[in-house]
Structure formats: C-alpha cells, structure tokens
C-alpha cells in the first residue's frame, strides 16, 4: 500500500538521433506529469541520455516524454512506462526561414 509522500523510482535510456541516423547533441529530454516538468537531462555528443530519478506516485501512462532542441522539430509528448527501458527518439530538422528585405525600389534582397 502506497502512503502519502511516496516515491516510484523511474530509470530508462536512450538516444536522439536524425531520421539519416546522426547523432543530436543537447537535446532536452523532459518527463512531464500530470502537465508539469518533473526532470529533465540533455542529449551527450552521441546523442545518448540516461534519466534516474524518484518520481510521484501515480499511473505510469501519466508520464510522457517530451524531446526538443533549437532548430529541430519539437517532438510530441510520449507515453512511456519509465523502467529499464531504451528509447530511441528522431528529431527532424526545422525548415530554415530565410527573411526577405525589400528596399524602397520594390527590389527583394535575401540576408
């Protein structure tokens, strides 16, 4: 029987990686509960993360998984049950915006 105040133990790995298989350094690997931000670690230079931590009680389909980084696609929140498991997540790049300056003349100049 669980009491108030307890703690579940969450561990589980993984890697982040492009869709052609490279490695994302320094993405941010967050577990949210219940809509909050309980932990968050990053990606290492081979992409690979570990996450241990004491988690809140509760159902494990409550804890989801969120993957983003600066010019890539933010990945949508995963469900995942948090015990031993490896995770291997692609992130897609970001299409580049390139602004257009247009001068007095009407002229276009790409910057």
Known sequence: MWAHGD?????????ISEPA??????????????GQIIHSTSSDA????DIKMEGPIG???????????????????????????NI?????RAPVMIPIM???EGNS???
């Open 7 to 15: 703690k579940i133990s969450i561990s589980f790995s993984g890697i």
């Open 59 to 85: 159902r494990y389909d409550q804890l989801k998984v969120r993957v983003s980084k600066k010019g890539y696609r933010s990945s949508h929140l995963i469900p995942v049950d948090c015990q031993n498991k």
């Open 46 to 49: 081979q992409g690979n993360f």
């Open 21 to 34: 298989g490279a490695a994302v350094e320094g993405a941010v690997i967050s577990i949210e509960y219940k």
């Open 88 to 92: 291997e997540l692609t992130l897609q």
């Open 102 to 104: 247009r001068t007095l």
């Open 109 to 111: 100049l790409a910057i």
